[in-house]
T-cell receptor, first 114, second 118 residues
Framework: DAGVIQSPRHEVTEMGQEVTLRCKPISGHNSLFWYRQTMMRGLELLIYFNNNVPIDDSGMPEDRFSAKMPNASFSTLKIQPSEPRDSAVYFC????????????FGSGTQLSVL | GENVEQHPSTLSVQEGDSAVIKCTYSDSASNYFPWYKQELGKRPQLIIDIRSNVGEKKDQRIAVTLNKTAKHFSLHITETQPEDSAVYFCAASPSPGAGGTSYGKLTFGQGTILTVHP
């Protein structure tokens, strides 16, 4: 298996632009998580899905952030409009709930909002 | 919500020495405690995990201990090597409950930068 696949690896955009991050979880995993990593706040959970259904979005910082999971093999995290303080590494991760539950991370998207 | 404190923030050791990183958590409902290693510019990678029904787990040079009463857990790396140099994160998660909650809902510590000098 190729692991969790994220795209793009790097994104540079200007303030006010829409940003869409993409994720393909490990095949067979039924839980998907979006985490954000910054120097100031560390690794923090934004939202997670179980069987394509959003379970907990309490970590989503503002209404500018939204996430979808239209099917078991694809998820997006959208920021509209983007702001410089959104600059961070965004990680997608997946696990198989009710099995060993181990969480595996993708390579991340380095987002820079100028 | 859960709060995880991790110490020290930086740790420097000589090759061959042992390294210990400690974490405390606040939520008594937490019962899954993984440790991740993150190299510069890379993804966090799971290196070991422990659930609350055991007090210790070992995998070659890495071991984790858990004290649920005191709400703390520790990572022990023996015979350190330069390739062990990385940032290490502890994390805690509550038991999955009704409605599809998951062990993947992790609260992370702030990380420890481990440097192993040859």
């Amino acid at each position: 298996d190729a692991g969790v696949i994220q795209s793009p690896r790097h994104e540079v955009t200007e303030m006010g632009q829409e940003v869409t991050l993409r994720c393909k979880p490990i095949s067979g995993h039924n839980s998907l998580f979006w985490y954000r990593q910054t120097m100031m706040r560390g690794l923090e959970l934004l939202i997670y899905f179980n069987n394509n259904v959003p379970i907990d979005d309490s970590g989503m910082p503002e209404d500018r952030f939204s996430a979808k999971m239209p099917n078991a093999s694809f998820s997006t995290l959208k920021i509209q409009p983007s702001e410089p303080r959104d600059s961070a590494v965004y990680f997608c991760a997946s696990s198989f709930q009710r099995q060993d539950e181990k969480l595996f991370f993708g390579s991340g998207t380095q987002l820079s909002v100028l | 919500g859960e709060n995880v404190e991790q110490h020290p923030s930086t740790l420097s050791v000589q090759e061959g020495d042992s390294a210990v990183i400690k974490c405390t958590y606040s939520d008594s409902a937490s019962n899954y405690f993984p440790w991740y290693k993150q190299e510069l510019g890379k993804r966090p990678q799971l290196i070991i995990d422990i659930r609350s029904n055991v007090g210790e787990k070992k995998d070659q040079r890495i071991a984790v201990t858990l004290n649920k009463t005191a709400k703390h857990f520790s990572l022990h790396i023996t015979e350190t090597q330069p390739e062990d140099s990385a940032v290490y994160f502890c994390a805690a998660s509550p038991s999955p409950g009704a409605g599809g909650t998951s062990y993947g809902k992790l609260t992370f510590g702030q990380g420890t930068i481990l440097t192993v000098h040859p």
